[in-house]
């Protein structure tokens, strides 16, 4: 991300007190257990899904809902040994990565957080749609949602980019073509989505998938997780925010007048030397 083209007059504006107070308090309280925790649920949030992509692609016949032998997503599948891998360094990584800014910079705990949070977001939102196409037994579905994938990344992105321009500059642009007609392509993709369903229940000759009603359940988890990925525009938001609260982060201090130890934490250098300065008369001389 660039600094070069904002300056502290033109950011502090979009930052507020209460914000930068609440990063730090959450970032002192965020102690080396809250650390453990959070890092072991995501973490095995992760393992559990690479765990679960295995298990579909090894039981694609004796499952107890009928899975598509030759589903292209298996080859997408991740191996088990480079899922354990990433979440032990994304694990430890929060862990000790944490304690280590946690000593120097309550606000920088908030960003290394927050950079965190986005990396492990991305994985579980990839493998979770990787996971979701291999319930789906119907070749056209997975296109279907392959297609609609695909087109929810570009608006995510799309969405984000406008989001942040308007944050950092205050470029309020005329709605964009697909702004202007968002309620018609919704009612496209539904119209879509529906003849899609349809024609997967009625001309697929599948006895079995037209009486099982969980599978067909299945097929909403895709779309369920396309949705989710529109979450992101906000965790990134946030995050422009702490990255120029950092940026600017002595700046900011004085503007709000918090105090070194709320600001810099109880556990950092800064805060340790003020802390013998005051106690000590002779070194403020």
């Not at 862990?95 to 120097?104: A, D, L, P, Q, S």
Request: glycine share 4%; net charge positive; aromatic share 20%.
């Amino acid at each position: 991300m660039t600094t070069k083209k904002i300056e502290f007059n033109a950011i502090e504006e979009i930052i507020t007190k209460n914000f930068a107070l609440e990063c730090c308090e959450m970032s002192e309280k965020f102690s080396f257990f809250r650390r453990f925790l959070v890092g072991g649920f995501f973490s095995t949030l992760l393992l559990m899904l690479g765990f679960f992509s295995q298990y579909a692609i090894t039981h694609f016949h004796s499952a107890t809902i009928t899975l598509d032998s030759t589903n292209e997503y298996q080859y997408f599948v991740t191996p088990m040994s480079i899922v354990f891998i990433l979440s032990s360094i994304l694990f430890f990584t929060l862990v000790f990565g944490g304690t280590f800014y946690r000593k120097r910079l309550n606000i920088k705990l908030s960003l290394f957080s927050a950079k965190w949070l986005m990396a492990i977001t991305i994985f579980l939102y990839a493998l979770s749609f990787i996971v979701s196409q291999l319930l789906i037994s119907i070749k056209i579905l997975r296109y279907f949602y392959s297609i609609l994938f695909i087109i929810s990344i570009f608006l995510i992105i799309f969405k984000t980019k406008k989001n942040i321009n308007e944050l950092l500059y205050g470029e309020k642009k005329e709605d964009d073509f697909i702004s202007k007609n968002w309620k018609k392509i919704r009612e496209l993709i539904g119209i879509l989505f529906s003849v899609t369903m349809i024609y997967s229940v009625l001309f697929q000759n599948n006895s079995t998938l037209k009486q099982n009603f969980y599978l067909i359940l299945l097929w909403f988890f895709p779309i369920l997780i396309i949705v989710a990925g529109f979450f992101w525009t906000s965790i990134y938001k946030s995050y422009v925010k702490l990255f120029y609260l950092n940026y600017f982060s002595e700046d900011f201090r004085k503007k709000f007048g918090v105090d070194n130890g709320i600001w810099y934490g109880s556990k950092s250098k800064e805060y340790k030397k003020e802390q013998r300065k005051n106690s000590n008369p002779f070194l403020n001389t």
